[in-house]
């Protein structure tokens, strides 16, 4: 299986912090970035034959830093040109064809996980589309949001969800399996990118248009303690916390 990391992005909301630096390699004051703890946790679940990081702003920063780095696996990178032009789904379409020989994990590249994470949401099932999930007391508008359709299936997953209309959120870590699912999922990516409109989308518009299609999204949930995104300089702690409290040397 692959994994791939989406950390093209200017993190513009965590500026000055990012101003000369990409989000992925943001410190977290002991020395390691939010990328290297990306990439520990891949190691240390031994699900993963590949890496590939879609990079864009300071590109060659994350470069630099994985040249430091002595993975047990490959660690590719994959440059999205436009990156200061579109949203992620751009970047997901720039990996698309090193997704058709493999299953695969998908995950935002300002996301961190507790590091079982990863085995937690991996399945024995053949073929599937699955998106995972977390649940919230409250639910606010920058939240990416999901509404279930035939039982905990995907009906829409997107920040303009009501909250009153949410049942749960998604947390940016996606798992296809089988060759029709991986067909499924690159066709129908390669389809939305030919629309204009999708140029400032996320990639998970991939899912609503699956959904939208008749397809099964299934969920697998995690708990919201076992992850942080980092869009804004408060999740910076809270991330730490997490990070530091998954160690296995603390």
Not at 19 to 31: C, E, Q, V
């Amino acid at each position: 299986m692959k994994l791939f990391i989406l950390a093209a992005g200017k993190g513009e909301r965590l500026w000055p912090l990012t101003r000369n630096t990409p989000k992925s390699l943001i410190d977290f004051g002991d020395g390691t970035t939010i990328l290297e703890r990306q990439i520990e946790n891949a190691l240390q679940s031994r699900l993963f034959s590949q890496i590939n990081i879609v990079t864009g702003y300071k590109s060659e920063q994350i470069e630099a830093k994985l040249k430091d780095l002595r993975p047990s696996i490959p660690i590719n990178t994959i440059f999205n040109p436009v990156f200061d032009l579109t949203n992620n789904l751009i970047s997901l379409w720039a990996a698309h064809l090193a997704m058709l020989d493999e299953d695969f994990m998908v995950t935002n590249g300002d996301n961190i996980y507790i590091a079982d994470v990863f085995r937690k949401v991996r399945s024995d099932r053949d073929e599937l589309i699955q998106l995972t999930i977390d649940y919230k007391d409250e639910y606010d508008g920058d939240d990416m949001k999901v509404r279930f359709a035939h039982g905990r299936t995907i009906g829409r997953v997107h920040k303009d969800i009501p909250v009153d209309q949410t049942d749960a959120e998604s947390v940016g870590l996606a798992l296809i399996k089988g060759e029709k699912s991986r067909r499924m999922f690159i066709n129908t990516m390669v389809e939305l990118v030919r629309d204009k409109e999708y140029l400032q989308k996320f990639w998970l518009e991939v899912f609503n248009a699956l959904a939208e299609s008749g397809v099964a999204v299934e969920t697998a949930e995690i708990d919201q303690s076992e992850w942080q995104e980092v869009d804004f300089h408060p999740d910076i702690d809270v991330m730490k916390q997490i990070v530091f409290r998954s160690r296995p040397d603390k």
